[in-house]
Protein backbone atom coordinates (compact mmCIF):
# COMPACT_ATOMS: atom_id res chain seq x y z
CA UNK A 1 0.00 0.00 0.00
CA UNK A 2 1.02 3.63 -0.62
CA UNK A 3 2.25 5.19 2.84
CA UNK A 4 3.42 8.83 1.07
CA UNK A 5 0.55 10.41 2.06
CA UNK A 6 1.67 9.89 5.62
CA UNK A 7 5.29 11.79 5.03
CA UNK A 8 7.37 14.30 4.33
CA UNK A 9 10.28 14.19 2.38
CA UNK A 10 9.95 9.99 2.46
CA UNK A 11 9.59 10.55 6.26
CA UNK A 12 7.09 9.88 9.23
CA UNK A 13 6.54 12.86 11.21
CA UNK A 14 3.53 11.19 13.41
CA UNK A 15 1.44 12.06 16.34
CA UNK A 16 0.61 8.51 18.79
CA UNK A 17 -2.58 9.81 20.56
CA UNK A 18 -4.22 6.37 20.95
CA UNK A 19 -4.33 5.81 24.50
CA UNK A 20 -7.88 4.71 25.34
CA UNK A 21 -8.36 4.11 29.41
CA UNK A 22 -4.84 4.65 29.98
CA UNK A 23 -5.40 8.69 28.95
CA UNK A 24 -7.51 8.57 31.62
CA UNK A 25 -4.67 7.39 34.25
CA UNK A 26 -2.81 10.85 33.37
CA UNK A 27 -5.50 12.58 33.95
CA UNK A 28 -6.51 11.12 37.10
CA UNK A 29 -3.69 8.28 38.35
CA UNK A 30 -5.83 8.27 41.41
CA UNK A 31 -9.65 7.71 40.02
CA UNK A 32 -9.29 7.21 36.37
CA UNK A 33 -12.55 5.51 36.21
CA UNK A 34 -14.14 8.73 37.05
CA UNK A 35 -12.41 10.67 34.47
CA UNK A 36 -15.40 11.89 31.92
CA UNK A 37 -15.26 11.29 28.33
CA UNK A 38 -15.83 14.60 27.25
CA UNK A 39 -12.85 15.88 29.40
CA UNK A 40 -10.42 12.55 27.74
CA UNK A 41 -11.84 14.09 24.31
CA UNK A 42 -10.66 17.78 25.32
CA UNK A 43 -7.19 17.37 26.68
CA UNK A 44 -6.42 15.24 23.05
CA UNK A 45 -8.21 18.23 21.32
CA UNK A 46 -6.04 20.56 23.12
CA UNK A 47 -2.63 18.24 22.11
CA UNK A 48 -3.71 17.92 18.66
CA UNK A 49 -4.93 21.25 17.92
CA UNK A 50 -0.82 22.57 18.74
CA UNK A 51 0.62 19.86 16.56
CA UNK A 52 -1.76 19.80 13.56
CA UNK A 53 0.05 21.81 10.92
CA UNK A 54 3.41 20.19 12.05
CA UNK A 55 2.42 16.57 12.56
CA UNK A 56 2.42 14.27 9.01
CA UNK A 57 -0.22 12.08 10.30
CA UNK A 58 -1.68 10.97 14.06
CA UNK A 59 -2.85 7.73 15.36
CA UNK A 60 -5.81 8.02 17.35
CA UNK A 61 -8.34 5.98 18.91
CA UNK A 62 -12.52 5.96 18.16
CA UNK A 63 -13.55 6.51 21.60
CA UNK A 64 -11.27 9.85 22.69
CA UNK A 65 -9.39 10.25 19.80
CA UNK A 66 -11.59 10.63 16.74
CA UNK A 67 -14.07 12.64 18.43
CA UNK A 68 -11.76 15.52 19.31
CA UNK A 69 -10.18 15.44 16.14
CA UNK A 70 -12.99 15.71 14.40
CA UNK A 71 -13.38 18.71 16.18
CA UNK A 72 -10.26 20.43 14.44
CA UNK A 73 -9.76 22.25 11.17
CA UNK A 74 -7.82 19.82 9.53
CA UNK A 75 -7.33 17.54 6.81
CA UNK A 76 -4.21 15.18 7.91
CA UNK A 77 -4.60 11.46 7.59
CA UNK A 78 -5.41 9.19 10.63
CA UNK A 79 -4.87 5.75 12.29
CA UNK A 80 -7.17 4.03 14.03
CA UNK A 81 -6.26 0.97 15.65
CA UNK A 82 -8.04 -2.88 15.22
CA UNK A 83 -6.62 -4.38 18.59
CA UNK A 84 -9.06 -4.22 21.86
CA UNK A 85 -6.89 -1.71 23.95
CA UNK A 86 -4.07 -4.08 26.88
CA UNK A 87 -4.00 -7.90 26.53
CA UNK A 88 -5.60 -10.76 27.96
CA UNK A 89 -3.34 -12.84 30.34
CA UNK A 90 -3.01 -16.36 29.79
CA UNK A 91 -0.30 -18.31 31.78
CA UNK A 92 1.52 -14.97 32.23
CA UNK A 93 1.64 -14.61 28.13
CA UNK A 94 0.10 -11.53 26.79
CA UNK A 95 -2.36 -12.09 24.02
CA UNK A 96 -4.05 -9.25 21.94
CA UNK A 97 -7.33 -9.27 20.45
CA UNK A 98 -8.69 -7.88 16.74
CA UNK A 99 -12.23 -5.94 17.73
CA UNK A 100 -12.47 -3.87 14.42
CA UNK A 101 -12.50 -4.64 10.95
CA UNK A 102 -10.66 -2.53 8.11
CA UNK A 103 -13.68 -1.94 6.51
CA UNK A 104 -15.11 -0.43 9.73
CA UNK A 105 -12.19 1.77 9.97
CA UNK A 106 -12.23 3.13 6.30
CA UNK A 107 -15.79 4.38 6.84
CA UNK A 108 -14.67 6.43 10.24
CA UNK A 109 -12.34 8.06 7.57
CA UNK A 110 -9.17 6.63 8.51
CA UNK A 111 -6.22 6.44 5.97
CA UNK A 112 -4.75 3.76 7.97
CA UNK A 113 -4.86 0.88 10.54
CA UNK A 114 -2.58 0.02 13.10
CA UNK A 115 -2.08 -3.12 15.13
CA UNK A 116 -0.40 -3.27 18.51
CA UNK A 117 1.18 -6.87 19.54
CA UNK A 118 2.73 -7.50 22.91
CA UNK A 119 5.55 -9.71 21.70
CA UNK A 120 7.89 -12.48 22.74
CA UNK A 121 9.53 -14.73 20.07
CA UNK A 122 10.39 -17.32 22.80
CA UNK A 123 6.94 -17.65 24.15
CA UNK A 124 3.89 -20.09 22.92
CA UNK A 125 2.29 -16.84 22.35
CA UNK A 126 4.55 -15.64 19.36
CA UNK A 127 2.54 -17.99 16.90
CA UNK A 128 -0.77 -16.71 17.58
CA UNK A 129 -0.10 -13.49 18.09
CA UNK A 130 1.70 -13.44 14.74
CA UNK A 131 -1.36 -15.07 13.24
CA UNK A 132 -3.47 -11.98 14.54
CA UNK A 133 -1.11 -9.83 13.29
CA UNK A 134 -1.24 -11.21 9.20
CA UNK A 135 -5.34 -11.45 9.76
CA UNK A 136 -4.82 -7.67 10.56
CA UNK A 137 -2.16 -7.03 7.52
CA UNK A 138 -4.76 -9.05 4.66
CA UNK A 139 -7.52 -7.61 6.17
CA UNK A 140 -6.19 -4.09 5.69
CA UNK A 141 -4.50 -5.14 2.11
CA UNK A 142 -7.88 -6.33 0.55
CA UNK A 143 -9.37 -3.32 2.05
CA UNK A 144 -6.88 -0.60 0.35
CA UNK A 145 -5.09 0.13 3.81
CA UNK A 146 -1.89 1.23 5.00
CA UNK A 147 -0.97 -1.17 8.02
CA UNK A 148 1.59 -0.46 10.78
CA UNK A 149 2.73 -2.58 12.66
CA UNK A 150 3.44 -1.81 16.31
CA UNK A 151 5.52 -5.03 18.22
CA UNK A 152 5.97 -4.03 21.63
CA UNK A 153 8.36 -7.11 23.89
CA UNK A 154 8.62 -8.21 27.19
CA UNK A 155 9.54 -10.43 29.73
CA UNK A 156 12.94 -10.59 27.73
CA UNK A 157 16.77 -10.56 28.87
CA UNK A 158 18.17 -10.21 25.21
CA UNK A 159 19.84 -7.57 24.25
CA UNK A 160 18.43 -8.57 20.32
CA UNK A 161 15.14 -8.61 21.28
CA UNK A 162 13.19 -5.67 19.24
CA UNK A 163 15.39 -7.62 16.17
CA UNK A 164 14.44 -10.92 17.08
CA UNK A 165 10.68 -9.89 17.17
CA UNK A 166 10.99 -8.06 13.87
CA UNK A 167 12.62 -11.34 12.22
CA UNK A 168 10.41 -13.15 13.71
CA UNK A 169 7.04 -11.68 11.80
CA UNK A 170 9.48 -11.57 8.17
CA UNK A 171 10.63 -15.29 8.64
CA UNK A 172 6.39 -16.23 9.06
CA UNK A 173 5.49 -14.21 5.91
CA UNK A 174 3.77 -11.09 7.69
CA UNK A 175 5.07 -8.24 6.39
CA UNK A 176 2.69 -4.17 7.17
CA UNK A 177 3.45 -1.54 5.28
CA UNK A 178 5.30 0.19 8.25
CA UNK A 179 7.22 -1.64 11.13
CA UNK A 180 6.54 0.44 14.61
CA UNK A 181 9.02 -0.75 16.94
CA UNK A 182 10.75 0.75 19.84
CA UNK A 183 14.45 1.41 19.74
CA UNK A 184 16.16 -1.68 18.93
CA UNK A 185 19.12 -1.08 21.76
CA UNK A 186 21.88 -0.02 20.02
CA UNK A 187 23.08 1.81 16.31
CA UNK A 188 24.27 -1.76 15.18
CA UNK A 189 21.01 -3.12 16.05
CA UNK A 190 19.32 -0.72 14.12
CA UNK A 191 21.71 -1.34 11.03
CA UNK A 192 20.42 -5.15 11.28
CA UNK A 193 16.67 -4.30 11.20
CA UNK A 194 17.53 -1.72 8.42
CA UNK A 195 19.28 -4.75 6.66
CA UNK A 196 16.57 -7.18 7.54
CA UNK A 197 13.45 -4.75 6.19
CA UNK A 198 15.02 -3.78 2.61
CA UNK A 199 12.71 -0.99 1.51
CA UNK A 200 10.04 -1.61 4.16
CA UNK A 201 9.98 1.25 6.48
CA UNK A 202 10.52 1.33 10.29
CA UNK A 203 9.66 4.16 12.70
CA UNK A 204 10.17 4.42 16.04
CA UNK A 205 7.40 4.61 19.28
CA UNK A 206 8.80 6.44 22.14
CA UNK A 207 7.03 3.74 24.64
CA UNK A 208 7.17 6.40 27.75
CA UNK A 209 10.74 7.25 27.69
CA UNK A 210 11.90 10.62 28.58
CA UNK A 211 11.94 13.12 26.20
CA UNK A 212 15.92 13.62 26.09
CA UNK A 213 16.19 9.59 26.14
CA UNK A 214 13.89 9.41 23.27
CA UNK A 215 15.41 12.22 21.77
CA UNK A 216 18.49 10.42 21.53
CA UNK A 217 17.86 6.82 20.74
CA UNK A 218 15.67 8.96 17.50
CA UNK A 219 18.78 10.13 16.42
CA UNK A 220 21.07 6.48 16.62
CA UNK A 221 18.06 5.21 14.72
CA UNK A 222 17.73 7.81 11.85
CA UNK A 223 21.57 7.61 11.10
CA UNK A 224 21.03 4.00 10.58
CA UNK A 225 17.73 3.87 8.31
CA UNK A 226 15.29 4.63 11.04
CA UNK A 227 12.45 6.59 8.97
CA UNK A 228 10.60 8.46 11.44
CA UNK A 229 8.85 8.59 14.21
CA UNK A 230 5.24 8.10 15.64
CA UNK A 231 5.79 9.57 19.08
CA UNK A 232 3.48 9.89 22.03
CA UNK A 233 4.06 9.93 26.05
CA UNK A 234 7.58 10.92 25.29
CA UNK A 235 6.53 14.48 24.29
CA UNK A 236 3.16 15.13 25.82
CA UNK A 237 2.79 13.49 29.43
CA UNK A 238 3.96 16.08 31.64
CA UNK A 239 1.47 18.31 30.54
CA UNK A 240 -0.77 16.60 33.19
CA UNK A 241 1.44 17.05 35.50
CA UNK A 242 1.17 20.61 35.80
CA UNK A 243 -0.60 22.12 38.43
CA UNK A 244 -2.97 24.37 36.72
CA UNK A 245 -4.67 25.49 33.09
CA UNK A 246 -1.55 28.54 33.04
CA UNK A 247 1.02 25.85 33.45
CA UNK A 248 -0.76 23.69 30.87
CA UNK A 249 -1.15 25.88 28.32
CA UNK A 250 2.48 27.12 28.98
CA UNK A 251 3.50 23.50 28.40
CA UNK A 252 1.57 23.19 25.11
CA UNK A 253 2.79 26.38 23.55
CA UNK A 254 6.28 25.83 24.41
CA UNK A 255 6.86 22.59 25.08
CA UNK A 256 5.37 20.01 23.16
CA UNK A 257 5.91 22.20 19.94
CA UNK A 258 9.50 22.73 20.46
CA UNK A 259 10.07 19.02 21.03
CA UNK A 260 7.85 18.33 17.83
CA UNK A 261 10.33 20.20 15.66
CA UNK A 262 12.81 18.95 17.44
CA UNK A 263 12.41 15.48 16.36
CA UNK A 264 11.45 16.57 13.31
CA UNK A 265 13.90 18.50 12.27
CA UNK A 266 16.36 15.76 13.40
CA UNK A 267 14.12 13.44 11.14
CA UNK A 268 14.57 15.63 8.22
CA UNK A 269 18.17 15.99 9.04
CA UNK A 270 17.88 19.42 9.37
Not at 60 to 65: K, L, Q, R, V
Not at 99 to 104: D, G, P, Q, V, Y
Not at 187 to 211: F, H, N, V
Not at 240 to 269: C, H, P, Q, V, W
Request: charged share 30%.
Amino acid sequence: MDTNIFTENNTFLMLALDHRESFKKFINPSDPQSVPNSVAIEDKKKIMEKLKDKFTGVLIDTDYGLPAYKELETHKPFLLPMEKSGYTLVDNERHNTLILEAKELKNMGASGTKVLIYFNPDLKSAESQVEIARTAVEDSKANGMPMFLEIVTYDMFDEEKVYRSVEYFMNHGVVPDVFKIEFPGSEYMCQKISKLLGSIPWILLTRGADYTLFREQLIMSVDNGCRGFLAGRSIWQEYFEAEDGMEKEKFLNETLTSRFDEISKITLGI
